[in-house]
C-alpha cells in the first residue's frame, strides 16, 4: 500500500512539475511566435503522438459518430477555451496573474452548479468563493484596478478560460466511453486543430522569427505535455481522484515560482498573498465538489 501511495506521489509531482514549467515556457514562446498558432501546433502534434501511443497501447481509436457530438463538446471547453484562452491570456499578463486567474475553475464551477443545476453551495462552497474573490482582488488590485485595454484583454481571457471549463465540467453528467488516451488524443486535436487555422487567418506566424529558444520551448510544450498526460493516468491509479486534484494546485505554485526565478517575474507579498487566498478558496472547493482538473495545463 505505502509502494502504492509513493508511486502515486512521484508520479503527481511529475505531472505538476510538467504543466508548472509550461506557464514560463509559454511566455517564452510567445516572444517569438503568436500564441493562437504556436499552442495549436503543439498541441496538435501532441495529439498525433497520444494517437500513436494509444494504438501501441492497442486502445480503440476508432470513435463512434454518436459519441461526436460530446467529444466536440468537451473539446472546446477543456481544450480550445482553456489551453487556447489562457495562452492569449499570456500576452498581457504575468504568470502568477494567468496561473491563478485560470486556476479558479473549481470555484466558478460552484457557481455555474448553483446557478445550471440548482445546487446550493454549502458553508464550505460560499467561503470558498470569498476566499477566491479576496485573492483575486490582492493579486489584481495593486494598481487601483486601473486597467489598460491590453491588461483587460488578458483577465478577460483568462477568465474566460476557467469559467468556460468549468462549464463543461458542469454540464458533463456521465464520461465519455471511451479509453483515456484515446480520449485526451482525440480532445486535444479537435480542440486545437482550429487554433492553427486561426493563427494562420489572424497572426500570420512565420518561421522565420523561431529561433533556438523558440525552437526549444516549442519542442517542450509538445513532448513534456505527451508525458505528463501519461503521468497523470498513473497518478489516477495510485492516488484517489480527491487527493491527486488537490495536489494539482502545486501547479500554479510551481509555475509562479518558476517564472520569477526564469523570468524574472515579481514575487513578493502580493503574490504570495494572493496564491494563499485564492489556491485556499480553491482547495476548499475541491473538498466540496471533488472538481476533476483540467485536461491540459
Known amino acids: 500500500m505505502k509502494s502504492t501511495r509513493l508511486t502515486g506521489v512521484l508520479f503527481l509531482l511529475v505531472t505538476t512539475t510538467g504543466w508548472a514549467l509550461n506557464w ?10 503568436p500564441p493562437l498558432f504556436s499552442r495549436g501546433v503543439a498541441g496538435v502534434t501532441t495529439s498525433v503522438l497520444l494517437g500513436i501511443v494509444a494504438f501501441i497501447s492497442s486502445e480503440r481509436l476508432r470513435i463512434s459518430r454518436a459519441l461526436m457530438p460530446r467529444m466536440m463538446i468537451a473539446a472546446s471547453t477543456n481544450v480550445f477555451a482553456w489551453m ?13 496573474e ?3 486567474l485560470v486556476y479558479t475553475i473549481p470555484i466558478w464551477s460552484t457557481l455555474l452548479a448553483w446557478s445550471v443545476l440548482g445546487r446550493k453551495p454549502s ?16 493579486l489584481l488590485g495593486s494598481q487601483g484596478f486601473a486597467f489598460d485595454a491590453g ?10 478560460a476557467a469559467v468556460l471549463f468549468a462549464l463543461g465540467t458542469v454540464t458533463t453528467r456521465t464520461p465519455i466511453p471511451v479509453p483515456p488516451i484515446s480520449l485526451v488524443a482525440w480532445q486535444v486535436g479537435i480542440g486545437c486543430l482550429p487554433m492553427i487555422v486561426l493563427g494562420l487567418l489572424i497572426e500570420h506566424p512565420s518561421v522565420a522569427t523561431l529561433k533556438f529558444d523558440g525552437w526549444a520551448v516549442l519542442i517542450y510544450m509538445t513532448l513534456v505535455p505527451m508525458d505528463v498526460y501519461l503521468a497523470r493516468f498513473a497518478t489516477l491509479r495510485h492516488l484517489p481522484p480527491e487527493i491527486a486534484s488537490i495536489g494539482m494546485l502545486l501547479v500554479p505554485i510551481m509555475g509562479i515560482v518558476a517564472a520569477a526565478f526564469a523570468l524574472g517575474e515579481p514575487l513578493g507579498s502580493r503574490e504570495f498573498a494572493a496564491m494563499a487566498l485564492t489556491l485556499s478558496g480553491v482547495a476548499l472547493a475541491l473538498r466540496s465538489k471533488r472538481t476533476a482538473p483540467p485536461v491540459g495545463d
Open 24 to 33: 514560463p515556457a509559454m511566455k517564452v514562446l510567445l516572444r517569438k511566435w
Open 84 to 96: 487556447g484562452f489562457s495562452t492569449l491570456s499570456m500576452k498581457w499578463l504575468s504568470v502568477s
Open 98 to 100: 494567468g496561473a491563478l
Open 123 to 138: 458553508a464550505k462552497g460560499f467561503l470558498s468563493l470569498l476566499l477566491g474573490l479576496a485573492g483575486v482582488i490582492v
Open 151 to 160: 491588461k483587460l484583454a488578458g483577465i478577460l481571457f483568462a477568465l474566460l
